[in-house]
Every structure is written in C-alpha cells, then in structure tokens.
C-alpha cells in the first residue's frame, strides 16, 4: 500500500506562483511514478504532470508546458510541482497520484489541496 498527501494550495493573484508538495509513504520502492491531476469546478480530472521514479522521465500536458515543473526528492519520497505564471484557468482542486510498477493505471490517491487563481 502507498498514501499520498498533498500540501501547498492556495490563492494566488494571475501571474504568480506556488508550489505543491506531495509525500508518499509505505511502499514507496514500488512506485514507476507520481502524477499530478487537477478538477476544475463542474470538470472531469485533467492530467497535468508526471515524473518517474527512477529515470530522467516527465510529461507534462500541454495547458501547463513552460510554466509548471515537475520535480522529486527520492530520499524525501516526495515530488513537487512548482507552478509559475499563473492564470485563473488554473484553479481547480490538485491531487497527486502514484502509480504502481507492474500496473497501468493510477490507484493511490491523495485527498487534493485547493489552488485558486485570482484574476
């Protein structure tokens, strides 16, 4: 089993920026990668950033290329998403997710941190 929890939302003016954070605990040597998703009120979850675990690997939807950055501390087991130049289209709820070696899909959820974008 692996827990995820998320921190750092927040409201924020159009143009500036936070920073997400999200631990991972448990069997976290089991991990391929984390992502991040997004739901904007009345949306379904978007995709917006993974990294992998252990290789030089991120993707990134293309809403946020240039201005979000996904990034990890191993040691920490925990993944940040710093997230610059921001806009009012951003505002949804953040949720980090892990994906397990061996499996397809993502299945350990944390429970999503706020981000509200000002205009």
């Known amino acids: 089993q692996v827990q995820v929890v998320e921190s750092g939302g927040g409201l924020v003016q159009a143009g500036g920026s936070l920073r997400l954070s999200c631990a991972a605990s448990?069997?976290?040597?089991?991990?391929?990668?984390m992502g991040w998703f997004r739901q904007a009120p009345g949306k379904e979850r978007d995709f917006v950033a993974a990294?992998?675990?252990?290789?030089?690997?991120?993707d990134y939807a293309d809403s946020v290329k240039g201005r979000f950055t996904i990034s990890r501390d191993n040691p920490k087991n925990t993944v940040y998403l710093q997230m610059n130049s921001l806009k009012p289209e951003d505002t949804a709820v953040y949720y980090c997710a892990a994906l397990i070696t061996g499996y397809d899909k993502y299945d350990y959820w944390g429970q999503g941190t706020h981000v509200t974008v000002s205009s």
């Open positions: 448990g069997r976290t040597n089991s991990i391929n990668r």
């Open positions: 990294i992998w675990r252990t290789e030089s690997r991120t």
